[in-house]
Nanobody
Framework: QVQLVESGGGLVQPGGSLRLSCAAS????????MSWYRQAPGKERELVARITRGGRTNLLDSVKGRFTISRDNAKNTVYLQMNSLKSEDTAVYYC??????????WGQGTLVTVSS
């Protein structure tokens, strides 16, 4: 069983920055893709950023130039650096991990609120 522990959410003013972290532990079998999703009130969950084991990334168009995803394979940890935050970035952010067997695990979510 894999556990994901997220941290770094909170309240920030527009234009501010936050860094989310997600550490995987437990019965980890060769983690492949690590991703961040978000879900705003009344909206569907959407993929924000994904990074493969080899470091290939893809980002949601609306966060390109503002968010950066990175990972530390030795620590089984993925990060999401969020800069120039906007009110529309307010959401619960979820970590997602997929291993080479196709098994998928979700984190519990961390709330990011962008407000003055």
């Amino acid at each position: 069983q894999v556990q994901l522990v997220e941290s770094g959410g909170g309240l920030v003013q527009p234009g501010g920055s936050l860094r989310l972290s997600c550490a995987a532990s437990g019965s980890i079998f060769s983690i492949n893709a690590m991703s961040w999703y978000r879900q705003a009130p009344g909206k569907e969950r959407e993929l924000v950023a994904r990074i493969t084991r080899g470091g290939r990334t893809n980002l949601l168009d609306s966060v390109k130039g503002r968010f950066t995803i990175s990972r530390d394979n030795a620590k089984n940890t993925v990060y999401l650096q969020m800069n120039s935050l906007k009110s529309e970035d307010t959401a619960v952010y979820y970590c997602n991990v997929i291993n080479d067997l196709g098994d998928e695990v979700w984190g519990q979510g961390t709330l990011v609120t962008v407000s003055s």
